[in-house]
């Protein structure tokens, strides 16, 4: 069965602090993975896109690393600010050829930043 | 256009009612999804189309959900005699199937609450 899991499950950092949040997935094919912000009470917005042969990917502050041998992929945030708490998803697609059952979500990072 | 809107944003009913839900995706996109998502966990499928054909549902999308998209623009769910357990974020997404990513766009979500 495909999974997805993150880690940690919550996380409290100080405002300009630097974060890493963590995936490992058991996905198989893999397609892609995915790097979701959601603020509370809002849908996801993505961040950052993978595929097999790309192992960094930078937007802003935010760097995704992915390793398809170990099937792990980090979320690094730097000089965290405000506006980066929020719920950070992992989701990993298989090559089931984009239907709906090709995503698995894990439950999220719950991020939060304090002044 | 400004990417996937839902309607309402937040709904309140008491046990035993109908709601509607409905969402407008991203106007060149013919995929659409719905999801579920409750607090602290990740989106979970319901249902897909692919234009005006519902081609999936999950097995969470009981008797009581259904889902139209009858002209494969906007999207309609409907759930009947609503349950304390039907109270969740409904997610909306969309995708272009025709340029191989199916990168899903999400909604802001309708915050259902059953009392």
């Known amino acids: 069965k495909n999974q997805v899991e993150q880690s940690p499950q919550s996380l409290i950092i100080l405002e300009g602090k630097n974060c890493t949040l963590q995936?490992?997935?058991?996905?198989?094919?893999?397609?892609?993975l995915r790097w979701y912000k959601q603020d509370t009470g809002r849908g996801p917005v993505s961040l950052t896109i993978?595929?097999?042969?790309?192992n960094t990917k930078s937007n802003g502050r935010y760097t995704a690393t992915l390793d398809a041998d170990t099937k792990q992929s980090s979320l690094h945030i730097t000089a965290s600010q405000l506006s980066d708490s929020a719920s950070y998803i992992c989701?990993?697609?298989?090559?089931?050829?984009?239907?709906?059952?090709?995503?698995?979500f894990g439950k999220g990072t719950h991020l939060i930043i304090q002044p | 256009d400004t990417g996937v809107s839902q309607d309402p944003r937040h709904k309140i009913t008491k046990r035993g009612q109908n709601v509607t839900f409905r969402c407008d995706p991203i106007?060149?996109?013919?995929?659409l999804y719905w999801y579920r998502q409750t607090l602290g966990q990740g989106p979970e499928f319901l249902t897909y189309?692919?234009?005006?054909?519902?081609?999936?549902k999950s097995r969470l999308l009981s008797d009581r959900f259904s889902a139209e998209r009858p002209k494969g623009s906007f999207s309609t769910l409907e759930i009947q005699r609503t349950e304390q357990g039907d109270s969740a974020m409904y997610l909306c997404?969309?995708?272009?199937?025709?340029?191989?990513?199916?990168?899903?766009?999400f909604g802001p979500g309708t915050r259902l609450t059953v009392t």
């Open positions: 993978m595929t097999f042969s790309e």
């Open positions: 106007s060149e996109h013919n995929r």
């Open positions: 995936c490992n997935y058991t996905v198989s094919p893999f397609s892609n």
């Open positions: 189309f692919q234009n005006e054909a519902q081609l999936e």
């Open positions: 989701v990993v697609t298989d090559y089931s050829g984009g239907g709906a059952d090709g995503l698995t």
């Open positions: 997404a969309s995708s272009f199937s025709g340029g191989g990513s199916y990168e899903q766009y």
